[in-house]
Protein backbone atom coordinates (compact mmCIF):
# COMPACT_ATOMS: atom_id res chain seq x y z
CA UNK A 1 0.00 0.00 0.00
CA UNK A 2 2.43 2.50 0.59
CA UNK A 3 4.89 1.30 -2.31
CA UNK A 4 1.91 2.21 -4.43
CA UNK A 5 1.43 5.93 -2.67
CA UNK A 6 5.03 6.15 -2.87
CA UNK A 7 4.97 5.16 -6.77
CA UNK A 8 1.78 7.32 -7.55
CA UNK A 9 3.52 10.21 -6.39
CA UNK A 10 6.94 9.62 -7.94
CA UNK A 11 4.88 9.43 -11.29
CA UNK A 12 2.54 12.61 -10.57
CA UNK A 13 5.93 14.57 -9.93
CA UNK A 14 7.52 13.57 -13.19
CA UNK A 15 4.55 14.51 -15.17
CA UNK A 16 4.43 17.98 -13.19
CA UNK A 17 8.35 18.03 -14.31
CA UNK A 18 7.32 17.75 -17.99
CA UNK A 19 4.69 19.69 -17.75
CA UNK A 20 6.57 22.52 -15.73
CA UNK A 21 9.31 21.82 -18.70
CA UNK A 22 6.98 21.90 -21.56
CA UNK A 23 5.58 24.98 -20.50
CA UNK A 24 9.07 26.40 -20.05
CA UNK A 25 9.87 26.15 -23.81
CA UNK A 26 6.74 27.40 -25.12
CA UNK A 27 7.04 30.75 -23.26
CA UNK A 28 10.81 30.44 -24.39
CA UNK A 29 9.71 30.39 -28.02
CA UNK A 30 7.00 32.61 -27.46
CA UNK A 31 9.39 35.51 -26.36
CA UNK A 32 12.13 34.86 -28.82
CA UNK A 33 9.42 34.10 -32.02
CA UNK A 34 11.25 30.95 -32.42
CA UNK A 35 14.54 32.75 -32.79
CA UNK A 36 18.03 31.19 -31.83
CA UNK A 37 20.02 33.38 -29.32
CA UNK A 38 22.27 33.74 -32.19
CA UNK A 39 19.61 34.81 -34.31
CA UNK A 40 18.79 37.75 -31.93
CA UNK A 41 22.40 38.71 -31.85
CA UNK A 42 22.86 37.60 -28.09
CA UNK A 43 25.94 36.19 -28.89
CA UNK A 44 28.78 38.44 -30.40
CA UNK A 45 31.45 36.56 -30.54
CA UNK A 46 31.54 36.82 -34.25
CA UNK A 47 31.58 41.05 -33.77
CA UNK A 48 33.97 40.85 -31.87
CA UNK A 49 37.98 41.90 -32.57
CA UNK A 50 41.02 41.36 -31.22
CA UNK A 51 43.29 44.20 -30.97
CA UNK A 52 47.03 42.58 -30.42
CA UNK A 53 48.32 46.38 -30.73
CA UNK A 54 47.39 47.18 -27.26
CA UNK A 55 48.81 43.86 -25.16
CA UNK A 56 51.41 44.37 -23.04
CA UNK A 57 51.41 48.01 -22.75
CA UNK A 58 50.55 50.20 -19.87
CA UNK A 59 47.57 51.22 -19.13
CA UNK A 60 48.56 55.15 -18.59
CA UNK A 61 48.71 54.48 -22.96
CA UNK A 62 45.41 53.43 -22.84
CA UNK A 63 44.23 56.20 -20.90
CA UNK A 64 46.00 58.93 -22.95
CA UNK A 65 44.60 57.75 -25.91
CA UNK A 66 40.93 56.94 -24.51
CA UNK A 67 40.29 58.52 -21.34
CA UNK A 68 39.46 57.02 -18.50
CA UNK A 69 37.37 54.40 -18.80
CA UNK A 70 33.81 54.03 -18.61
CA UNK A 71 33.58 51.79 -16.16
CA UNK A 72 36.85 49.90 -14.20
CA UNK A 73 35.91 46.66 -12.45
CA UNK A 74 38.76 45.23 -9.83
CA UNK A 75 38.96 41.56 -10.00
CA UNK A 76 39.41 39.47 -7.20
CA UNK A 77 42.96 38.65 -8.76
CA UNK A 78 43.77 42.49 -7.97
CA UNK A 79 44.03 42.93 -12.04
CA UNK A 80 41.08 45.09 -13.51
CA UNK A 81 38.05 44.82 -15.91
CA UNK A 82 37.97 48.41 -18.40
CA UNK A 83 35.26 49.15 -20.33
CA UNK A 84 35.57 51.69 -22.66
CA UNK A 85 33.32 54.03 -25.47
CA UNK A 86 35.79 55.69 -27.46
CA UNK A 87 34.85 57.06 -31.43
CA UNK A 88 31.60 55.33 -31.23
CA UNK A 89 33.19 52.03 -30.37
CA UNK A 90 32.91 49.73 -27.24
CA UNK A 91 35.97 48.08 -26.24
CA UNK A 92 36.90 45.93 -23.54
CA UNK A 93 40.62 45.17 -21.48
CA UNK A 94 42.05 43.35 -18.87
CA UNK A 95 45.02 44.08 -17.27
CA UNK A 96 46.91 42.38 -14.70
CA UNK A 97 48.61 43.08 -11.39
CA UNK A 98 51.02 45.55 -13.02
CA UNK A 99 48.35 47.37 -15.07
CA UNK A 100 50.06 45.87 -18.11
CA UNK A 101 46.81 44.94 -20.64
CA UNK A 102 45.99 41.44 -20.59
CA UNK A 103 43.00 41.70 -22.85
CA UNK A 104 41.95 43.78 -24.97
CA UNK A 105 38.93 43.50 -27.74
CA UNK A 106 36.51 45.58 -29.36
CA UNK A 107 33.51 44.31 -28.70
CA UNK A 108 30.94 46.00 -31.39
Not at 35 to 61: C, F, M, Y
Not at 75 to 94: P, R
Request: with cysteine; proline share 4%.
Amino acid sequence: MAIERINTHRKLLIMLAVALCAFSLGCLNKITGGHTPGELGITRTSQEKNLPEWVGKDRKALATKMGEPKLAVPMESGAEELYYSFEGHQYYFETDLKGNIQTAVQID
